[in-house]
């Protein structure tokens, strides 16, 4: 019985993980950052200074690692224990299944073993699903629209996305008459190195997609700019 208790464990756990990601990635996480901040809240691994700071600042991303934590150690407390359960010779699953289906009784020396066999088995079968792409992203898309029809967690508002992010957005500003980037090309410009990407050229009628570096930039042109907002409007159009 223990057996089966261990798999049954590992799967609650993978839907759990799945499910705190799900929930980052509402609160503003990119998706994979927002997995590896579930796994790491879940079993206490590999949680940066850095990048707890973007939990720890936010009420719901600590609400959610809270629960997460809470959880991973109840589950590896609970799979520690069946598998420790399972090395006994006198398991009960095993004791049954032999009087009941096989022709002969199997030696309590060889139940371990057996158990032990089954357990490495569940764990593979389990990791190759999780780690099957189209498996693991039908299962995601399938809990994440049952967490928002049931509204657990709203997803983040594009204001507080932008607090949480630190200011960063994405912003169409003028090239105004005293811009220190007139006439410049963007690898000139030094754009990049505070911060700023610029996703598009608007000049006249014409739009310029994905700009080069040599794109020279001219007076009146706007820029779609992607960084820090205040940062862009100070950099592009000083007033």
């Known amino acids: 019985m223990s057996v089966v208790l261990f798999i049954i464990v590992l ?48 009420p719901r991303r600590r609400r959610i690692a809270s629960i997460l934590i809470v959880l991973g150690n109840a589950g590896l407390v609970t799979m520690i224990a069946t598998v420790a359960h399972a090395l006994d010779p006198d398991e009960i699953l095993f004791s049954q ?4 289906f096989l022709p002969f009784p199997i030696p309590s020396a060889m139940v371990p073993y057996i158990n032990l066999g089954f357990i490495i088995l569940g764990f593979l079968v389990i990791y190759r699903i999780s780690s099957n792409r189209r498996i693991a992203g039908n299962i995601t898309r399938y809990l994440r629209k049952r967490i928002q029809k049931k509204e657990l967690l709203k997803p983040v508002s594009f204001e507080e996305l932008l607090f949480l992010t630190g200011g960063y957005g994405i912003s169409r500003i003028e090239v105004c008459e005293n811009s220190p980037l007139i006439d410049k090309t963007l690898i000139e410009s030094d754009l990049r190195k505070n911060d700023i990407t610029i996703l598009a050229i ?25 960084g820090q907002l205040q940062n862009i409007r ?5 007033v």
């Open 234 to 238: 100070t950099n592009i159009c000083t």
């Open 97 to 100: 299944l032999s009087e009941s």
């Open 11 to 58: 799967i609650a756990s993978f839907i759990i993980v799945r499910i705190g990601a799900i929930a980052f990635q509402l609160t503003g996480l990119e998706w994979s950052l927002a997995k590896f901040q579930a796994l790491s809240c879940f079993s206490g691994t590999g949680f940066t200074t850095k990048e707890a700071e973007l939990i720890t600042g936010d």
């Open 202 to 226: 608007v000049r006249g009628s014409e739009t310029m997609p994905n700009p080069t570096a040599l794109t020279t930039i001219h007076k009146g042109d706007e820029l779609i700019a992607f």
